[in-house]
C-alpha cells in the first residue's frame, strides 16, 4: 500500500499549484481521500477530503474558495489545486487514506500517508 505525493514547489504569492496523489496496493475508489499539511513545530492540519465516489468535498476555513480537492480513480490519484496562494500556506503537504468520509478531518483515523511535498509561497 502506497501513496505518492508531487507536485510541490515554489510559487509567489497569487500564483497556483496542483498537488497529485497517487496511490497503489489497495483499490483506490473505495477510499476517501485527504489532504493534511504540516509547518514546523506544529501537527498537521486538515485541509481537505473528497470521499470515494467525490459525492461528498469538505475543506478547512483557509483552503475553502482557494483549493479544490477532486480525484479521478480511473487513474488512482487525487489532486489538490491550491490557487490564490499565501505565504501562510507554505508547509509540507500529506495526502492520506482515510477509512471513511466522516473521519477524514481526523488524522489519527488515516490508514497510511503519503511522504509529503513541500510547498513553499514567496511574498
Known amino acids: 500500500v502506497q501513496l505518492q505525493a508531487s507536485g510541490g514547489g515554489l510559487v509567489q504569492a497569487g500564483g497556483l499549484l496542483t498537488l497529485s496523489c497517487a496511490g497503489s496496493g489497495f483499490t483506490f475508489s473505495a477510499y476517501t481521500m485527504g489532504w493534511f499539511r504540516q509547518v514546523p513545530g506544529k501537527g498537521r492540519k486538515f485541509v481537505a477530503g473528497i470521499s470515494e465516489g467525490d459525492s461528498i468535498i469538505l475543506y478547512s476555513d483557509s483552503a475553502e474558495g482557494r483549493f479544490a480537492i477532486s480525484r479521478d480513480n480511473a487513474k488512482n490519484t487525487a489532486y489538490l489545486q491550491m490557487n490564490s496562494l499565501k505565504p501562510e500556506d507554505t508547509a509540507v503537504y500529506y495526502c492520506?487514506?482515510?477509512?471513511?468520509?466522516?473521519?477524514?478531518?481526523?488524522?489519527?483515523?488515516?490508514?497510511?500517508w503519503g511522504q509529503g511535498t513541500q510547498v513553499t509561497v514567496s511574498s
Open positions: 492520506g487514506r482515510a477509512p471513511t468520509w466522516r473521519l477524514v478531518k481526523v488524522e489519527s483515523k488515516y490508514l497510511n
